[in-house]
């Protein structure tokens, strides 16, 4: 194993440190991507079980840095929201927001079966209020924003509902699906990392990896937890 | 047979590195849902959503570096020599006013629904409308977080707590076109239009192509050339007269309509 060969071994055992962090990863691992192609298809040698963590690697091969949104760690994400819920969309009703003449439309989308990782909520039910949507023959959308679908389970990081444009930290980096696996586990993607009628990546890439809800839920916890003061 | 295979395996290896990005190449746009009723984002096949009249003008709110700026990535869509032409609207137009009858953009405090920006850095609101049965574009504005440091344009890697306005423009008014993520969509390919790009800061080669999809035909092949607007030209362009009509067309319904959905609530 030569030594650009061992640097991307520390690198794949990063990428699976990030992808059991749900996907948040660093600028440099991406830069990498190029190199780790080169291994995988035997320009450069490598050893096989390298390889194998490269091809996972490679699925998740983007940058950290969105365009037009602030970047978010996954711990970021868990301490700035004021709510963390895991809950299914029952329900989405758009309608003309009353705010002049801007006309905008908002939607209401109504999660049910929940789960409160973090926050106060006795209600059955949890709306959020998002920009966007169909009222007739009008639309209006914002690209980029996580669109909501009936009947998904989701993993929601909200802040500033009913105050901010899109009430979630980290605009769509705090919005995460739970899928089901082969094996009948609940697994949790990122919202931009799953597929939507075959129009994304195949299901089987995209749960390749992913943690459990179980896990997941445990990760937010963890985050949320006070940091020991260091030892005198 | 073994042996074989081995030798293959590096050419055919580089030759599959080669064909990676044109493989690759994959933008994303909006689209009418199956069943016609609505849209949804990030597509890759069938029919997108387009502006009904490929001429469209955009009024420029911001300070003169960047209104530059925002005229030189208006060029950079134009260059690529579609059908569909940006102009330069001078009429004193606000982002997000709806009444106005322009595309605008500007800097703002708040987002277009008077919400805060939250973790977004600029927003872009696309409306649409159904005209006899087909989903068309109908308004683009966008908003810039005026809380945020930005600076009129620098090139390469992006940078601690300072944006780039050229690189953000330049992507938003792609979204105007009706140009989507292309990652979101599940491609992976080099984009102005990512949604999580970070040193790219001009057009790249599957911008161009997803354009071209969207207006599909040659500008120069009907005897036009690219519309390139200079900071000092004002003036909407050629092509650009029908427009005010339309658009006051398109409020007078959008109105009515609003109307009737606020005393349906009522």
Known sequence: MGPHCSTLFYINNRIRQEIFAVGLWPRKIRLSCFTMAAYLTGLLPCRSANRAMMVLALLFCTSAHGLTEVPRTFDELAQLSELVIVGT???????????????????????????????????????????????????????????????????????????????????????????TDPQGQQVVVRDDMAGHAGQRRALSTVIQGAPTLDSFVQRIRAGLMPVAPAAE | MKAAMNRLR???GAAALLLLPALAAGYAYTAPTPDGQGIQ???TSGPPIIWYVPQQSFVFNFEADFNTQAISAMNEWNAVGTPMQWHLGTAAATPCNSSDNFNSAGWSNTTCDNKSFGDAVAVTKRSYEKIGGTWYLTDADIVFDHSLAWQPQFSGPLRNNEQDFHRVILHELGHALGLDHPDDAGQAVTAIMNSKTGEIDSLQQDDKLGIN?????????????????????????????????????ARLRRRTAWNDALRLNQ
């Open chain 1, 89 to 179: 969309v029952k329900e989405i009703r758009s309608e003309f927001a009353d705010n002049g003449p801007d006309q905008n439309i908002v939607s209401y989308v109504t999660f049910d079966d929940l789960q409160l990782v973090k926050g106060d909520s006795a209600a059955p039910e949890y709306v959020l209020q998002v920009p966007g949507g169909v009222v007739g023959r009008f639309a209006q959308d914002y690209p980029g924003l996580s669109v909501f679908r009936t009947g998904q389970r989701y993993v929601v990081f909200i802040r500033g509902n009913h105050h901010d444009f899109f009430p979630v930290v980290g605009v769509t980096q705090g919005v995460f699906r739970v899928l």
């Open chain 2, 41 to 43: 984002q990030n597509q």
């Open chain 2, 10 to 12: 590096r050419p055919l």
């Open chain 2, 213 to 249: 999809k969207l207006y599909p035909g040659s500008l120069t092949s009907a005897g036009n050339t690219a519309n390139q607007i200079t900071p000092s030209r004002g003036g909407v362009g050629d092509g650009c007269w029908l427009m005010p009509l339309l658009a006051l067309a």
